[in-house]
């Protein structure tokens, strides 16, 4: 190696590193940028493309997307909820409306009234004599009324009946204010005052409106759906396991659910307008021997009393239906 160096060492010349010297240095750099590429590539593998084409969860077509992050979400193996053949009318803590739900063309149906808590019901004279052969929908209207939505066998076409209170005097009414019910051949989609409107459901089970534009769907896949403009959009849905029936009260909505573990029979929760962190809250109930998965629930709300129609029992609960404190 004598003459490599030679030369004049002048200002700022430095002794030549020894190769022992490079070569640790070398491999640790190597190494480092092995890592660094092993890294990027695991996590362009398990990173999704933003440019999926599937949707996403609460999105129509995707995914349910529970609001209740302790709840599975439903499965294919879910079964449908029964769809009511009846409805239920609660006027009071003792008073209330029934019909069955016919169909149309179908036979007349009968509806009829209870003023001692449904321990005896009368049958309505003035709604038979109006021919109708299904309802699809029972609810108070202002000032004491009482409307009901029905279909007569000429045209089907949902006519408003009212009467007035217990009375039993319907007649057509001369100045429709309009409903919510389910679209008859149309299950996807509910009538309200103003129109046809579309629903993320499969099928709607039922349909209830609240103050203002609040309303909610109860699906046939057991999701509960709410908007707050009258269904011009829809919340990301909420599954309720078992759930048979909906209604509303001055809290929001009231779901009847069947074969749940927390009870032998109907549990009810009560559910806010809209979402939010803490938007259930289980509050009562109902035991019976009802087959849960056969029974369909019918429910309805007049001040502090919640009226079940389940299987052949109608009971009528007080406190908002709240049995536990």
Known sequence: MAGVFRGRRGRGWRRPTPVSRVWPRFLLGGLLVAVIVLVVGALAVTT????????????????????????????AAT?????????????????AWRAPAGSCPGSPITLEYTTDGGATWKPSTSAGALGATSVLDLER?????VIAIGQVPDDCAPREL????RADKWKPNPTPIGAWYVTPGTPTSVT???GVVATPCPAVVDVRAGVEQNVAVLCTDERLFRSKDAGVTWDSGI????????GSNRQGYLVAAMGTPMCAGVV???????MAPR??????????????????VSISVAADAVWLWVGDQIVALARNGATWA
């Open 192 to 194: 309200s005052p103003t």
């Open 268 to 274: 009810l929760e009560v559910f806010s307008p809209s």
């Open 239 to 246: 599954w309720v396991p078992g759930a048979r029936g909906l």
């Open 79 to 95: 079964q449908p909820i029964p769809v009511p053949t009846r409805l239920l009318l609660a006027l009071s803590s003792t008073a």
């Open 162 to 165: 009212t009467t007035v209170n």
């Open 48 to 75: 999704p493309s933003d440019s999926a084409g599937t949707a996403g969860a609460g999105e129509v077509g995707g995914p349910p997307a529970p609001l209740d992050t302790a709840s599975p979400a439903p499965t």
């Open 141 to 145: 209207g202002a000032s004491g009324a």
């Open 279 to 296: 938007d259930r809250t289980v509050v009562g109930c109902h035991e019976t021997d009802a087959d849960p998965a056969a029974t369909p």
